[in-house]
Nanobody
Framework: QVQLVESGGGLGQPGGSLRLSCAASGFTFSTMAMNWYRQAPGKERELVACIGSAGDTRTYAHSVKGRFTVSRDNGKNTVYLQMNSLKPEDTAVYYC??????????????WGQGTQVTVSS
């Protein structure tokens, strides 16, 4: 079955850096675009970054563009989120996500368990 396992969260200071990882299994990772979402306390889950299957296309939310970088290693079935110039408003649970549509089962959406990122001085 599909599994997504995030790691690398923790406590960061404003202006500091963290690197999140998402280890994927149960599907052909190299053919799928991958996404990072985050959810702050009391707020809706928001899309942070997306990366195409080959890693050639990358998109970011305006709030993180220029500070975060999404990348992937298809040989390791892993997607990363490098977080630089951290701000307190980056505090959230970060989730790895993949989705696709199948004619027999409809939309398939998968989430990791999430990893907590806290940015505070």
């Amino acid at each position: 079955q599909v599994q997504l396992v995030e790691s690398g969260g923790g406590l960061g200071q404003p202006g500091g850096s963290l690197r999140l990882s998402c280890a994927a299994s149960g599907f052909t990772f190299s053919t799928m675009a991958m996404n990072w979402y985050r959810q702050a306390p009391g707020k809706e889950r928001e899309l942070v970054a997306c990366i195409g299957s080959a890693g050639d296309t990358r998109t970011y939310a305006h709030s993180v563009k220029g500070r975060f970088t999404v990348s992937r290693d298809n040989g390791k079935n892993t997607v990363y989120l490098q977080m630089n110039s951290l701000k307190p408003e980056d505090t959230a649970v970060y989730y790895c996500n993949v989705r696709w549509f199948a004619f027999d089962s409809g939309e398939n959406v998968y989430w990791g368990q999430g990893t907590q990122v806290t940015v505070s001085s």
